[in-house]
């Protein structure tokens, strides 16, 4: 039997005993648990997933998986990315884009990614992005000489730029202080508040929670994030995450972009749908309720037959590296968060 094997008969045992609730729960929640055959797709994969699934799905060691992670800089879509930078820093000569492949959307992916903040690649080349990249011609005039890490005016971007620099270590604390002034009565963030909305957005929101969030781990936190932070997770809960609050029915497509929320993408970049509310859930640590069934039974709903997960949107641009088989094919990305998330709220009675 091989060392994968191994794991693999000491991952399912230790799924059934650490799930009982699973022979009650409908048949389409019972999945957390992926088939052998799922795994062995997953970890016959780029660095970046394999770690994640080692990690999140398997009981390999700490020492293995930190093995598997350093590679993420070395070799596959993590190296490819590193390769890609400009000796100004930037990725795709921008700050910021529409086209996803600029400075901000290629951090975004190392982050997704894993690379650790503590290596050396990541030093080097989040070091030149502080030292030498701005926001001229990405944003607001007035924002022109921003240093990339203070950001510019729109909270959708700002918390995007912050998640990205929390994770690697920079100094965000005045994005953080400018979020926190702009948060909505009704516990959310929206870019057109700065046109007047008094309403928040999805898309906006889930950006900034993933900032304050990412802001906490680094820094500790404090109360007012906190607290902000939470008001924020309620705005998404009580809305069971893709619900209008004011009369229950399902919000099929965003106003702004036109996305549909129960439609799977990945890489997300600005936009919310509801696997990427539920996985910052689980990142966060909430304990799942009843708000949050809905949302798991529709993952649940997604599999494939093979126990797999499509890449079911991709939005237009340029993706600076490919890292997955396209539109409609099994996504292992989408597949991994999926199972994360399935897992996250099978393991809730042992939360409690």
Request: aromatic content about 8%; glycine content about 10%.
């Amino acid at each position: 039997m091989t060392a994968l094997q191994k794991r693999e008969d000491k991952s399912n045992l230790n799924w059934t005993l650490l799930n009982p609730q699973m022979a009650t729960e409908p048949p389409g929640r019972q999945a957390s648990k992926p088939k052998r055959s799922v795994l062995r797709w997953l970890l016959d994969s780029d660095p970046s997933i394999r770690w994640q699934v080692m990690r999140d799905l398997t009981d390999a060691s700490t020492d293995e998986v930190a093995a598997e992670r350093r590679r993420v800089a070395a070799e596959g879509a993590g190296a490819k990315l590193l390769a890609l930078q400009s000796l100004d820093g930037r990725w795709g000569g921008a700050a910021w884009n529409r086209g996803w492949n600029s400075t901000m959307h290629v951090l975004m992916l190392l982050r997704d990614m894993g690379l650790d903040p503590a290596s050396d690649a990541a030093r080097r080349a989040v070091g030149l992005v502080r030292d030498s990249v701005t926001w001229k011609g990405c944003g607001p005039q007035e924002c022109d000489d921003n240093p990339f890490f203070a950001g510019e005016l729109e909270p959708c971007i700002n918390g995007q730029v912050g998640a990205v620099g929390a994770y690697f270590g920079q100094d965000v604390r005045g994005i953080v202080d400018r979020l926190l002034a702009e948060q909505l009565p009704d516990g959310g963030w929206n870019c057109e508040a700065l046109n007047g909305s008094t309403r928040s957005s999805f898309n906006t929101t889930i950006c900034v929670l993933e900032a304050l969030l990412e802001y906490e781990r680094a820094t500790g936190g404090s109360p007012e994030v906190t607290e902000a932070r939470l008001r924020g997770q309620e705005y998404l809960l009580e809305r069971r995450l893709f619900r209008r609050r004011s009369t229950g029915e399902v919000i099929e497509r965003d106003r702004k972009g036109g996305a549909a929320w129960t439609r799977f993408s990945f890489p997300t970049w600005w936009h919310y749908d509801v696997l990427r509310g539920l996985e910052y859930l689980r990142s966060a640590g909430v304990t799942p309720d009843e708000r949050v069934v809905e949302a798991i039974d529709l993952v649940a709903s997604k599999r494939d037959g093979d126990g797999r997960w499509p890449l079911e949107a991709r939005y237009p641009g340029v993706m600076p590296v490919e890292i997955d088989q396209g539109e409609g094919q099994p996504s292992r990305w989408n597949t991994l968060r999926a199972l994360r998330v399935l897992d996250w709220y099978s393991a809730r009675d042992q939360r409690r």
